[in-house]
């Protein structure tokens, strides 16, 4: 059974690596030209451990203060000699019908595929082309954040809260046994209009928010500036009733993300990947029973998360920073660490050994 992923981020790859285990043939296609890096840190709590767990990578993660681009780039290299990647793609149309998705892309040749699967984030394409525009779905918590690499030797003192003042907030960070540091900026604002895939653009915006601010920003900019990893975007979630229109369904930020702010993000991305993939084995690839099942499991999971997301919006700038929140934080490994470990439901064998 042949399923397309759209997104190689952290749901993608998980959903195929679970998806290869019980015997389905799935694709990812990713706009990117490689796999991404940078981004927010990462920490996992609970059920995201047991699923790191079975795919035998809680250990290495737990080794690690690991960003997002590092897991991503981790799950890409266990996934990629079982699984087809196309990078430097994505979907232009889509077109059910009874047997299966017709899919047509913006740089390969058209082809068919029985489920297609929108891991592409919160800004998902797929999720617009199926369930209509984004501003059914998404909503703005008020928070920007850029992240982007530091010179180690800038960060000689204890992390953390670097700067605050009312809107704003600088925060920094060292990874990987302090051999490299990243910073955040943080602004408070409502909605703006840029070019998602303009990043001078973006590192303009952020330089005007802080702008006259002087001391450790003026330096923080001046590394900005010359940043090759930097990532911004907005703190919002995505809130939908269902998840699936027939033979489509969502997975992670483009289904129901709850913000950076939760620091949930990669844990509902894995344990949303473990999940669907099991429903899908379990119900022998029937989908429409799969995917109901799926939003079954997970539903207490999102308004859990989401929560999380709105409360550390509420008190992002109200002094240090949200440990429990942007996630970055979460990068601390001591806490990963001691963090147990919450089972969750077995799956069947896999659908391609009931068929056989």
């Not at 990117?32 to 995201?48: C, D, K, L, S, T």
């Not at 929108?118 to 797929?126: E, I, K, M, Q």
């Not at 601010?213 to 269902?242: C, K, T, Y």
């Not at 799969?290 to 939003?295: H, K, L, N, P, V």
């Amino acid at each position: 059974m042949d399923v397309l992923i759209s997104g190689a981020g952290v749901a993608g790859p998980a959903l195929a690596y679970w998806l290869r285990h019980h015997g389905f043939t799935p694709t990812v296609v990713e706009r990117a030209p490689r796999v991404r890096a940078g981004g927010y840190a990462v920490g996992f709590r609970g059920e995201a451990l047991d699923v790191l767990d079975r795919m035998a990578l809680l250990e290495q993660v737990r080794a690690l203060r690991t960003r997002m681009g590092e897991l991503i780039g981790l799950l890409h290299e266990v996934t990629r000699q079982e699984v087809e990647y196309v990078f430097g793609d994505s979907i232009a149309t889509l077109e059910q019908d009874a047997d299966g998705v017709r899919v047509t892309f913006e740089r390969g040749r058209p082809r068919r595929f029985d489920l297609v699967a929108g891991a592409d984030g919160l800004h998902s394409r797929t999720r617009s082309q199926v369930f209509g525009p984004r501003e059914r779905f998404v909503r703005h918590l008020g928070i920007y954040t850029a992240t982007f690499s530091l010179p180690i030797n800038l960060v000689l003192r204890d992390t953390g809260r670097l700067h605050s003042m009312p809107g704003k907030a600088a925060d920094i960070f060292r990874t990987r046994g302090n051999t490299e540091a990243y910073a955040a900026l943080h602004f408070a604002s409502g909605p703006l209009a840029y070019d998602r895939d303009d990043a001078a653009q973006h590192k303009r915006i952020v330089a005007e928010q802080f702008a006259g601010e002087g001391g450790p920003i003026w330096h923080l900019l001046e590394e900005m500036s010359r940043a090759e990893d930097f990532s911004f975007d907005a703190n919002a979630q995505v809130e939908m009733d269902r998840w699936s229109a027939g033979r489509v369904v969502l997975l992670g930020d483009a289904g129901y993300c709850a913000a950076p702010t939760s620091g949930r993000g990669a844990c509902q991305a894995l344990i949303g990947a473990y999940v669907l993939a099991g429903e899908l084995a379990v119900a022998g690839g029937e989908h429409t029973v799969a995917f109901a099942a799926y939003e079954r499991e997970m539903r207490g999971f999102v308004t859990e998360h989401q929560q999380m997301g709105r409360e550390g919006a509420d008190r992002f700038f109200m002094g240090a920073p949200i440990q429990e929140g942007l996630g970055m934080v979460a990068a601390d490994a001591p806490r990963t660490a001691r963090a147990p470990i919450v089972r969750l439901k077995d799956y069947a064998p896999g659908f391609a050994a009931k068929r056989t």
